[in-house]
């Protein structure tokens, strides 16, 4: 078994659980989950709770048995609040897992805990209703209905649950006030630019109310501006709405803006979780390196990396918090020769922030210097 630093812990690669901040309980959680696709799956796991001693070795051993390993060993907790980001490369089993989460996607062995209560052994209809009231999902395709407009396609769900005509509207045109849509409530998808349409999916999938929220590459089939604003308006409603969300990306830059906590799978397995910034700046091997490796050091690094704490700021200096990003603090420096105050979360100053400084901490990072610029 391999481990990897992360933070101030040890962290068991691929067999432990993704700890979480202990100010923020576990809304979803995740234990020992396999998902095999072939013959006979369940031969591999005796009980089902997926516990294996080897994950690796177990997953190679049904490999070479002629199955499929889409997930293999997989836990992770999603806290109240938190996005969770999932990242791979295609085939390394995101979707699987994110569907797994909801049974879309029968597992074939482990857990998934939902506030505390295992999901595996919910009934069909518990599981409906716990997926119609509690889960919201956006699919990469959108998955509109062609011929309902926007307002019908919204209230879809509602529908399904039963709720009546008039409490539907209201709802709907909620959602749509929150996603920006409002004007093109009778448009049909086809009227629709691509943001748009996902506009209307994110919408949908909001209507509900969900606790839960799951986005499997909900902005991958937009284009680099419109995918921007996406993240931008994403980010908006979760300030408004805290929902405790799964989201899937292929974008680093995406993860690195939207994500808590991300996790990186391969072939499967779970390689690596952590920060986006614990990751970039320690990444388990060279298959994490290679993701976080277009990303600039300045957006990761942060005043509070960079600063001199043995000299006090003087009272005429700008002051900076001790997270905003180097990338955002080169703009105060090359107007303040003599640096700026970094502030603690207390508000409080803690030190100094000098460009000297900024150089300093580049240049120890020899591998990513050329990336600074
Ligand atoms: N119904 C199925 N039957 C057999 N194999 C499947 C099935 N669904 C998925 N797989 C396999 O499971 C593995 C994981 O697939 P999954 O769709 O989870 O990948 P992904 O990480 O989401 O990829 P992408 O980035 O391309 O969306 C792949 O090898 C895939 O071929
Ligand atoms: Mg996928």
């Known amino acids: 078994m391999r481990f990897c630093p992360l933070g101030d812990g040890l962290w068991e690669v691929g067999n432990d659980v993704g700890n979480i901040n202990e100010d923020r309980p ?5 234990r020992n989950v396999w998902k095999i696709y072939g013959e006979d799956p369940a031969q591999f796991f005796s009980g089902g709770n997926g516990k294996v001693d080897d994950p690796e070795a177990h997953a190679q051993a049904i490999r070479d048995s002629g199955h499929i390993v889409a997930s293999a060993n997989v836990s992770f907790d999603v806290g109240e609040g ?32 939902l506030d505390g209560d295992d999901l595996l052994r919910k009934s069909a209809a518990e599981l409906i209703e716990i997926r119609r009231h509690k889960m919201g999902m956006v699919f990469q395709s959108f998955g509109l209905l062609p011929h309902l407009n926007v307002i019908e396609n919204i209230a879809f769900p509602l529908k399904l649950q039963g709720v009546p005509v008039a409490e539907r509207k209201e709802r709907a045109e909620k959602v749509i006030a929150l996603v920006g849509l409002e004007g093109r409530e009778d448009s049909y998808p086809r009227q629709l630019s691509g943001g748009q349409q996902q506009r209307v999916g994110i919408a949908r999938s ?12 909900p902005f991958s089939a937009l284009d680099p501006l419109i995918r921007r604003q996406m993240q931008d308006e994403f980010l908006r409603i979760q300030e408004m709405l805290h929902k405790s969300i799964v989201f899937i990306t292929h974008d680093f830059l995406e993860a690195l803006r939207i994500a808590d906590r991300m996790m990186i799978m391969r072939d499967g397995l779970v390689v690596q979780m952590g920060t986006p910034a614990e990751l970039i700046v320690n990444p388990a091997d060279d298959y994490v390196a290679e993701f976080t490796s277009d990303v600039p050091i300045t957006r990761v690094l942060t005043a509070g990396d960079v600063v001199d704490r043995a000299r006090k700021p003087t009272a ?10 180097v990338e955002a603090l080169l703009g105060q420096l090359a107007s303040n020769a003599s640096g700026v105050a970094v502030t603690g979360a207390d508000g409080e100053p803690i030190g100094i922030a000098t460009a000297q400084g900024v150089i300093a901490a580049l240049a120890a990072e020899p591998a990513r210097s050329g990336d600074a610029t």
């Open 26 to 30: 576990a809304k979803l959680s995740c």
């Open 82 to 113: 938190e996005i969770f980001v999932i990242m791979g490369l295609s085939g390394s089993g995101k979707s699987t897992m994110v569907r797994c989460l909801s049974r879309l996607v029968e597992p074939t062995a482990g857990e998934v805990l």
């Open 206 to 217: 909001l209507a509900v109310e969900p606790d839960l929220w799951f986005l499997d590459e």
């Open 316 to 325: 005429r200096m700008p002051r900076v918090e001790q997270d905003c990003t």
